[in-house]
C-alpha cells in the first residue's frame, strides 16, 4: 500500500528552527510537494522537490533524498504566522498525489 | 482574477438528499480535482478531470459523481447524502498532470444528519 508518515504534532518557539519529517513508501515517485494549511483555510503550495537535495526560498527550505524516502522541511526564524499544519504530498507513478495526515505547528511566543 | 471558487460555503443536509457543490476556476487550468477531508487523514482524491470532457475516479469516489462540460466547471454531486460523507471538500486545479502545483480553493464544511 501507499503511505505517508508525518509527526502529527510539533510546537516551537517563536525565533528558532523546527525541522518537520515526512517519509513516503509509494508506488513510484515522481515528486514531493509541501502545503501549508492554516486552521479553516485552504492548503497553499510552498515547495517542490523531484531530484535529491535541498531546496531554498525565504524562511523555508525543503530536502529529499528518494532512496531513504524521506524528506522534511526546514523553517527559519519561526514567526506566530507560522502556526498551520503543513502537508506532505507524493506523486506517485500515475501523478496522483498521495497526502499524509499534516503536522499541526504551535508556536510559542 | 479569483482563481478557484467554491459553493455552497458551507451546508447541513438531511440524510438521502440530492446536494451538488459547485467548483469554479478562472486559470483556464486543464486538470481538476476533489477532495475530501477528515480529521487524521490526508487528502483523499474523490474524482479528476484531466481536461474538459473527461473524468476519473480517485481513491475514494463512491457515493459521488462528477462531470466536466467546460474547462472552467468542475460539479460534485452526492446523490443520496449518508453521515459519513460529513467531511470538508475541497476543490483544486492545475495547468496540467504532470508535476504541476495544485491550487485549492476555500472548500466546502458539508454536515450530513
Known amino acids: 500500500g501507499q503511505n505517508i508518515d508525518q509527526p502529527t504534532e510539533m510546537t516551537a518557539t517563536e525565533g528558532a528552527i523546527v525541522q518537520i519529517n515526512c517519509t513516503y513508501q509509494t508506488s513510484g515517485f515522481n515528486g514531493l510537494f509541501w502545503y501549508q494549511q492554516h486552521a479553516g483555510e485552504a492548503p497553499t503550495f510552498l515547495s517542490y522537490n523531484v531530484l535529491d537535495g535541498l531546496e531554498e526560498k525565504g524562511r523555508f527550505s525543503s530536502f529529499l533524498s528518494r532512496s531513504k524516502g524521506y524528506s522534511y522541511l526546514l523553517l527559519k526564524e519561526l514567526q506566530m504566522k507560522d502556526s498551520a499544519s503543513y502537508l506532505c504530498?507524493?506523486?506517485?507513478?500515475?501523478?496522483?498525489?498521495?497526502w499524509g495526515a499534516g503536522t499541526k505547528l504551535i508556536i510559542k511566543p | 482574477i479569483a482563481g478557484i471558487t467554491q459553493a455552497p460555503t458551507s451546508q447541513i443536509l438531511a440524510a438521502g438528499r440530492r446536494m451538488t457543490l459547485r467548483c469554479t476556476q478562472d486559470?483556464?487550468?486543464?486538470?481538476m480535482y476533489w477532495y475530501r477531508q477528515d480529521l487524521g487523514l490526508g487528502l483523499r482524491l474523490i474524482h479528476y478531470?484531466?481536461?474538459?470532457?473527461?473524468?476519473g475516479k480517485g481513491e475514494v469516489p463512491d457515493g459521488y459523481s462528477v462531470s466536466r462540460a467546460n474547462t472552467d466547471d468542475f460539479p460534485l454531486t452526492l446523490a443520496s447524502a449518508v453521515p459519513s460523507q460529513t467531511s470538508v471538500y475541497f476543490c483544486a486545479s492545475s495547468e496540467g498532470t504532470g508535476g504541476e502545483t495544485q491550487y485549492f480553493g476555500p472548500g466546502t464544511r458539508l454536515l450530513v444528519l
Open positions: 486559470m483556464r487550468h486543464n486538470a
Open positions: 504530498a507524493v506523486r506517485d507513478s500515475n501523478y496522483q498525489l498521495i
Open positions: 478531470s484531466n481536461t474538459a470532457g473527461t473524468t
